[in-house]
């Protein structure tokens, strides 16, 4: 049976740039779930592109489109990352869109089901359906000797009918994290372990 994500969201009046382009560009923070059918609300398109991190850290930014019509050819672009003490190579960044699947939602002997996101696929150009959102996430390796300070950069979503650009703004913090003194992971089979 399937369980269709409902939104809640009022989507915004696309202004006469996107109608020309073809579609609305905004940036969702990665953590936030975003579906085919999500939409960028006065909230979310107000929302800037940044990030925080250490050096030789991985860190996740997020960018989307939600599309006025079908938009055919579609890429994302990054710039290098500037700052006062030198830079961040855009070859740093790593772009990959979010695809979508029916996935089983609850336990494992559920028999519901939702069109979600689930896979980060490599690609160079993505075709993106009329009145849908599609979802870009980038990986922003930092280089291990980064320089601490604010660096900004370019992304760009770009269509056959137009490009949409924003800034990327990365916080690199001047202290670097401890390696973790075990593997962090889930085990299933818990009855399985024995002692603490």
Wanted: proline share 8%.
């Amino acid at each position: 049976v399937e369980v269709p994500y409902v939104e809640t969201r009022q989507m915004i009046s696309p202004t006469v740039e996107d109608t020309e382009r073809g579609f609305i560009g905004w940036s969702p923070h990665w953590m936030d779930r975003i579906f085919p059918n999500s939409v960028p609300d006065q909230e979310r398109a107000a929302r800037g592109c940044a990030a925080f991190a250490t050096p030789g850290e991985y860190e996740p930014v997020a960018v989307a489109m939600t599309t006025l019509r079908e938009v055919k050819g579609v890429q994302v672009i990054v710039g290098d990352l500037s700052g006062p003490a030198g830079s961040i190579p855009a070859s740093a960044i790593e772009v990959r869109k979010v695809s979508y699947g029916k996935y089983r939602v609850g336990s494992s002997w559920s028999k519901e089901w939702q069109t979600m996101p689930k896979m980060l696929e490599r690609f160079e150009r993505v075709d993106v359906p009329a009145q849908s959102t599609q979802e870009f996430w980038l990986t922003i390796h930092v280089p291990a000797d980064a320089a601490p300070g604010t660096y900004r950069g370019p992304i760009s979503i770009e269509g056959e009918g137009g490009s949409w650009r924003t800034t990327l703004t990365l916080e690199v913090f001047p202290f670097t994290l401890e390696r973790n003194e075990r593997p962090v992971g889930m085990y299933w089979h818990d009855e399985r372990v024995s002692g603490e």
